[in-house]
């Protein structure tokens, strides 16, 4: 067994905040964590930086075909375990699978996952937010099968697929070593969710730490953090990160047939984790 422990979702689905509460806890200072040193346990695998050194001097990850990328994440992920201090965890929207026969995370490196879904209707505004989409946009790109990330010089392209697909991927089979958390159910009750972390990890029940570590990690302190001095994950096509945060924005900004057509693109998983809106 490895010592990676992924924190998967689709992207808009609450992974920063997952990740700021775990470095939090582990940290447990007496004041909230930088989020722009988010990397002292955690990583991103998709950081071109990372890549640089298993391709040829002079050539630059934005010169690499996507086949060529993930030929490499094998080495790249066997680097991130070989140089970590014990679990060290890695952010990833990269569904549970593979591209062309390349595995998109190594098993042997491998401890295991969290995983966070949350309402595609939710994902879809806070998407075309986030990335300058229009809505109907967003709702074709969640619903493509084959859809991904660009090149860009920071960061390699992710394999994503559909919401459906991603969502499926990663919860179809359960497993001990795979955590699936709801980001409603973190916004509703996050003493009671990220308890569930601090279980999973193995840690000594600690409702000290746990208030602290919640309090820190809070939607409102990492906006403000944002505010402050910005945030080194942002796209450059966002005029923010951390947004509004909070569940149903869709009532008030998808039209019924969009709404419509969501369901209809994604209506097993969805009801699977009972997003489906009442009549």
């Known amino acids: 067994m490895g010592n990676i422990l992924w924190v998967a979702s689709y992207p808009k689905s609450g992974n920063t905040w997952v990740r700021a509460f775990i470095e939090n806890y582990i940290q447990n200072l007496d004041h909230a964590i930088d989020i722009n040193t988010m990397h002292k346990i955690s990583t991103a695998e998709s950081a071109a930086h990372r890549f640089q050194p298993h391709i040829a001097q002079g050539q630059s990850t934005t010169d690499l075909s996507l086949e060529e990328i993930c030929a490499l994440r ?64 967003t709702i ?24 459906s697909m991603h969502v499926s991927s990663w919860t179809q089979q359960p497993e001990a070593s795979r955590l699936v958390l709801r980001y409603e159910d973190i916004l509703d009750n996050p003493k009671k969710v990220f308890r569930k972390i601090e279980s999973f990890l193995g840690l000594k029940k600690d409702p000290n730490r746990l208030k602290n570590a919640i309090k820190h990690s809070s939607f409102a302190q990492l906006k403000a ?7 080194v994950e942002k796209h450059e096509n966002a005029n923010s990160f951390f947004r509004k945060g909070s569940k149903n924005q869709w009532r008030e900004v998808l039209s019924d047939e969009q709404v419509a057509r969501i369901i209809e693109n994604h209506k097993e998983q969805m009801e699977r984790f009972k997003y489906i809106p009442a009549k």
Do not use: C
């Open 140 to 163: 074709a790109y969640m619903a493509e099968e084959m859809t991904g990330t660009p090149n860009e010089k920071e960061n390699v392209p992710q394999v994503i697929t559909s919401w």
């Open 225 to 231: 953090q944002e505010a402050k001095k910005g945030f």
């Open 74 to 137: 094998p080495l790249v992920q066997a680097d991130i375990a070989r140089q970590a201090n014990g679990t060290t965890f890695v952010k990833t929207h990269n569904y549970l699978g593979e591209f062309n026969g390349h595995p998109l995370h190594r098993s042997s490196v491998t401890s295991g996952a969290i995983y966070i879904v949350r309402n595609p209707l939710d994902v879809t505004v806070s998407m075309a937010k986030y990335f300058g989409y229009t809505l109907d946009e």
